[in-house]
């Protein structure tokens, strides 16, 4: 196993769509709806926003839309800035079934990625979600 890590990590340094999948199955270290790894998984970035410095109305409007299941708001969210911390709001998929999960990542190197929400969706705000966001490109893990 240590082998087949080392291999991945070596990966993930040159292809950041692999970094970015190996970063969310540590996070949430196995699948929300199936309960196992994420063999056969798919991931999508849905959207992005900037951590600001201070106070936010935005800010809780993208938690807000996520909890909410306000995926036409939650779609409006695309900025990101490499200079800042940030927030990302991924889709996972699972034999048709979706999970949300946001991550906050940071400019600072030394400060690793972090698990900040996650939710499994009922079928039918999966659909909806993967209406909203159709043109979503999709990463295999």
């Known amino acids: 196993m240590g082998i087949g890590l080392k291999t991945r990590r070596g990966e993930a340094a040159n292809d950041p769509?692999?970094?970015?999948?190996?970063?969310?199955?540590?996070?949430?270290?196995?699948?929300?709806?199936c309960?196992?790894?994420?063999?056969?998984?798919?991931?999508?970035?849905?959207?992005?926003?900037?951590?600001?410095?201070?106070?936010?109305?935005?800010?809780?409007g993208f938690f807000q839309a996520i909890k909410d299941h306000q995926w036409a708001k939650l779609h409006e969210f695309q900025t990101w800035l490499g200079?800042?911390?940030?927030?990302?709001?991924?889709?996972?998929?699972?034999?048709?079934r979706v999970t949300v999960a946001v991550v906050k990542t940071h400019f600072e190197l030394l400060q690793g990625a972090r698990l900040i929400y996650s939710e499994p969706l009922p079928a039918e705000e999966?659909?909806?979600?993967?209406?909203?966001?159709?043109?979503?490109e999709w990463h295999p893990f």
């Open 17 to 33: 769509r692999r970094a970015v999948a190996q970063v969310l199955a540590e996070l949430l270290a196995g699948c929300l709806v």
């Open 35 to 60: 309960r196992s790894g994420f063999s056969g998984h798919d991931y999508a970035l849905l959207a992005t926003w900037v951590v600001p410095s201070k106070g936010d109305s935005c800010l809780a």
């Open 83 to 96: 200079s800042a911390d940030n927030l990302e709001a991924y889709a996972i998929r699972c034999s048709q």
């Open 126 to 136: 999966a659909l909806k979600l993967l209406e909203t966001f159709a043109g979503l």
